[in-house]
């Protein structure tokens, strides 16, 4: 048996211990003696499967083989095509030395364009400021700026144009801030020299101010007004030409 044994184990590549008790259990389970098992084996034939022992360490188990992931449908990638970038300019040689300083050029000046602005600016404020005052106005209780002189008045302001009074007086009362209270505005129809500049107090509305006496020492020059060289008769008229200037008593016409 020990032959048999020694030839089975050769033939199995096992160890004899292992094959002696593959055999016994063998033939236990096929009811043939252990020799037969043994020759069996030891003359290449299908060798039985031996049974485990209990004594035998287990075999390790195989570990599972996992899954292999089910492959998605891959998401088509879109592409974005990016414009190539514009080929850049070559660049423009520079030039040679000498170089000269730059100029700044701006737009041209019209001086005519600021003159006549100028001048219609001009123009409008004179209108309005001057010219449309003189003018009577259409709306009710409009009044007139004329007023009834007398004889002796009227020969007074004879002399007050002759002595240039109106160019340092004004007889003219404008619809402004600047003339309030100077008496009634005057319009177109005025009788009274209007005068051309203001240097001394408006005398349109004189009368109402001052009294015969007080315009005669005005007119001889007592006060700070120069003295003229007048006659009795010229200085009488004079004086009644400004006592009779009140425009503020003047009605509607």
Request: glycine share 10%; proline share 10%; hydrophobic share 40%.
């Amino acid at each position: 048996m020990s032959d048999q044994l020694s030839a089975a184990a050769a033939a199995l590549g096992i160890p004899e211990s292992l094959v002696e008790r593959s055999a016994a259990a063998r033939a236990a389970e096929t009811g043939s003696s252990a020799d037969e098992i043994l020759t069996a084996w030891a003359g290449g034939e299908a060798a039985p499967t031996p049974t485990r022992l209990a004594d035998e360490a287990p075999e390790p188990e195989t570990a599972p083989v996992p899954e292999a992931p089910t492959e998605e449908p891959a998401t088509p990638e879109v592409v974005i095509e990016t414009p190539p970038p514009p080929a850049a300019k070559p660049a423009a040689p520079v030039p040679a030395g000498p170089y000269k300083p730059p100029v700044l050029v701006g737009a041209r000046d019209n001086p005519m364009i600021v003159l006549a602005a100028a001048v219609g600016l001009f123009a409008v404020i004179f209108l309005v400021g001057f010219v449309g005052p003189s003018f009577q106005g259409e709306a009710p209780g409009t009044r007139t700026s004329e007023i009834q002189y007398s004889a002796r008045a009227l020969d007074g302001r004879g002399v007050y144009a002759s002595l240039n009074c109106g160019s340092c007086h004004t007889q003219l009362v404008r619809p402004v801030i600047a003339d309030v209270g100077l008496g009634a505005v005057t319009v177109h129809d005025t009788n009274q020299v209007i005068g051309t500049r203001r240097f001394g107090p408006d005398l349109s509305n004189v009368g109402a101010r001052l009294s015969e006496s007080q315009l005669e020492a005005v007119v001889i020059g007592l006060g700070e007004h120069p003295a003229y060289v007048l006659s009795s008769e010229n200085v009488s008229a004079l004086v009644a030409y400004l006592a009779e200037s009140q425009t503020a008593e003047a009605t509607g016409g």
